[in-house]
């Protein structure tokens, strides 16, 4: 619920202009709100002029004044970063300190999602990694072994190459112990997304995702998103080993920990496909 510090308020209608609800009225020279339509969205409190705003419920120790020299980034300094960041799956046997995963977290949990919903939720695994590795193996495998042709199906070619390549990764972890899956990452981020609160699932949870790869890459972290988890993660054994409810989805996950890859330069992608109307 929003609170708003009469005392500060100097009438000025900023949060009141800036509020997508229209939950915010100027009335008697002061900034007062209807409690009829908030999204709890924070837009209020970032544009006041004067901090007189709060909202119950929210840790307000986090709000952090605005500074170019703290906040600014250059446009070209995002763009190579994004060209530079590569998917690591060659990981050192060290260990991700929590506090950088604290950070990774929070840049998902700041994401925006829609209608402020914040439907994102994170699994973080690190002890049990083996077990997870083996477990979803074990799903892939069977998954394989079910596949059968479908000439119709436009992405045939790839469902039977996946089923090929997983039974050669389930093969060589339990005979020789190669982990082709997880590549011996020390931690993993499984990002959820609960479908009783979010129109859009997907979305909310892979921006989410996509802030925590740039975060950790800040953070010097090697990263990589594992899609063949997602495959397996609707396996009953795999979520109630990791206490997802029935309401969330797995998102995609994050496989994460030091490398000692280094590169020299960007690579190329294909022109964009653009509709300019």
Same mark, same amino acid.
């Given at each position: 619920?929003?609170?708003?510090?009469?005392?500060? @308020?100097?009438?000025?209608?900023? @949060?009141?202009?800036?509020?997508? @609800?229209?939950?915010?009225?100027?009335?008697?020279?002061?900034?007062?709100?209807?409690?009829?339509?908030?999204?709890?969205?924070?837009?209020?409190?970032?544009?006041?002029?004067?901090?007189?705003?709060?909202?119950?419920?929210?840790?307000?120790?986090?709000?952090?004044?605005?500074?170019?020299?703290?906040?600014?980034?250059?446009?070209?300094?995002?763009?190579?970063?994004?060209?530079?960041?590569?998917?690591?799956?060659?990981?050192?046997?060290?260990?991700?300190?929590?506090?950088?995963?604290?950070?990774?977290?929070?840049?998902?949990?700041?994401?925006?999602?829609?209608?402020?919903?914040?439907?994102?939720?994170?699994?973080?695994?690190?002890?049990?990694?083996?077990?997870?590795?083996?477990?979803?193996?074990?799903?892939?495998?069977?998954?394989? @072994?079910?596949?059968?042709?479908?000439?119709?199906?436009?992405?045939?070619?790839?469902?039977?190459?996946?089923?090929?390549?997983?039974?050669?990764?389930?093969?060589?972890?339990?005979?020789?112990?190669?982990?082709?899956?997880?590549?011996?990452?020390?931690?993993?981020?499984?990002?959820?997304?609960?479908?009783?609160?979010?129109?859009?699932?997907?979305?909310?949870?892979?921006?989410?995702?996509?802030?925590?790869?740039?975060?950790?890459?800040?953070?010097?972290?090697?990263?990589?998103?594992?899609?063949?988890?997602?495959?397996?993660?609707?396996?009953?054994?795999?979520?109630?080993?990791?206490?997802?409810?029935?309401?969330?989805?797995?998102?995609?996950?994050?496989?994460?920990?030091?490398?000692?890859?280094?590169?020299?330069?960007?690579?190329?992608?294909?022109?964009?496909?653009?509709?300019?109307?």
């Amino acid at each position: 619920m929003i609170s708003i510090n009469v005392e500060k @308020c100097i009438g000025c209608g900023i @949060c009141a202009q800036d509020c997508q @609800c229209s939950d915010i009225k100027i009335i008697e020279g002061k900034a007062q709100p209807l409690f009829k339509s908030c999204l709890n969205c924070g837009h209020c409190i970032a544009v006041c002029p004067q901090n007189a705003v709060s909202i119950d419920g929210y840790d307000m120790n986090e709000v952090i004044d605005y500074s170019k020299n703290e906040f600014y980034v250059e446009p070209e300094n995002v763009l190579n970063s994004i060209k530079y960041r590569r998917s690591i799956r060659q990981f050192m046997d060290k260990s991700v300190e929590k506090e950088k995963l604290i950070k990774i977290i929070d840049a998902g949990r700041f994401t925006p999602s829609g209608g402020n919903r914040q439907p994102v939720s994170f699994v973080v695994v690190q002890d049990n990694m083996s077990e997870l590795t083996k477990l979803t193996l074990d799903v892939l495998n069977d998954i394989a @072994c079910s596949y059968e042709p479908n000439e119709n199906d436009p992405l045939d070619s790839e469902k039977k190459r996946y089923s090929v390549m997983w039974k050669m990764m389930h093969r060589q972890y339990n005979k020789y112990g190669n982990d082709k899956l997880f590549y011996n990452a020390p931690a993993i981020i499984i990002v959820l997304s609960d479908k009783n609160l979010s129109f859009n699932p997907y979305v909310d949870g892979g921006v989410a995702a996509s802030n925590m790869q740039t975060m950790a890459d800040a953070l010097n972290l090697g990263v990589c998103f594992n899609g063949f988890f997602t495959f397996a993660s609707h396996d009953k054994n795999i979520r109630e080993f990791l206490n997802i409810s029935d309401s969330k989805v797995v998102v995609t996950s994050l496989l994460l920990g030091y490398t000692n890859n280094k590169y020299y330069r960007t690579v190329p992608r294909k022109s964009a496909e653009v509709n300019w109307k």
